[in-house]
């Protein structure tokens, strides 16, 4: 009789993690990784930077309405993506990131952008062939949310914008001394 109740609660078990799982979205992760450089004045020289892009692309899958219930459902094209991008820069002759930023946000369509740092602030780099472009034009608004984090919001080519998060953000220890 133990035995048998101990099926029973087994099986119950599994038939509710059966019904939680398939009422989660489901999700496709994309993952890439690129290697580009920029140059930027340090006021003294121009400086040549490697930089290392590695870009995850969260895609919630939507499935069309109409098809419910359907073996071979169609998907709901423009659904929103979260982009997570890790950018490692070297800015000097060694081997070793000397810097590291992660952002992540949200959009419908993928963006060509990127966060690198110039003279100790960030900025908006966009890929240009085997390099990136700094964009000189473009100024991040930042904007305090109630957890105190800060996002920053950038518009796009498309007049969009996106607000994006700055989850981390660390550079070598001399450049971090310097500002204090």
Avoid: C, W
């Avoid at 997570?84 to 992660?102: C, G, L, M, Q």
Wanted: glycine residues 4%; hydrophobic residues 35%; negative net charge.
């Amino acid at each position: 009789m133990k035995i048998r109740t101990m099926y029973m609660s087994i099986a119950g078990l599994f038939l509710m993690t059966g019904t939680v799982m398939a009422q989660e979205k489901d999700q496709e992760v994309l993952d890439t990784k690129i290697s580009k450089s920029y140059t930027v004045n340090d006021g003294k020289k121009l400086v040549k930077n490697t930089v290392e892009i590695t870009t995850k692309r969260l895609n919630t899958i939507e499935r069309s309405k109409d098809d419910e219930g359907k073996v071979d459902q169609d998907r709901v094209v423009d659904s929103v993506s979260t982009i997570i991008k890790t950018v490692h820069i070297d800015n000097d002759d060694d081997d070793a990131f000397d810097e590291k930023i992660v952002f992540s946000y949200e959009s419908k369509t993928p963006e060509d952008f990127v966060l690198v740092s110039k003279n100790n602030e960030l900025v908006v780099a966009m890929n240009e062939g085997d390099n990136l472009k700094v964009v000189e034009s473009i100024n991040l608004k930042s904007k305090k949310t109630m957890n105190d984090k800060t996002t920053y919001i950038f518009t796009n080519e498309h007049g969009e914008n996106l607000e994006f998060l700055v989850q981390e953000y660390s550079r070598p220890r001399n450049t971090a001394m310097l500002e204090k």
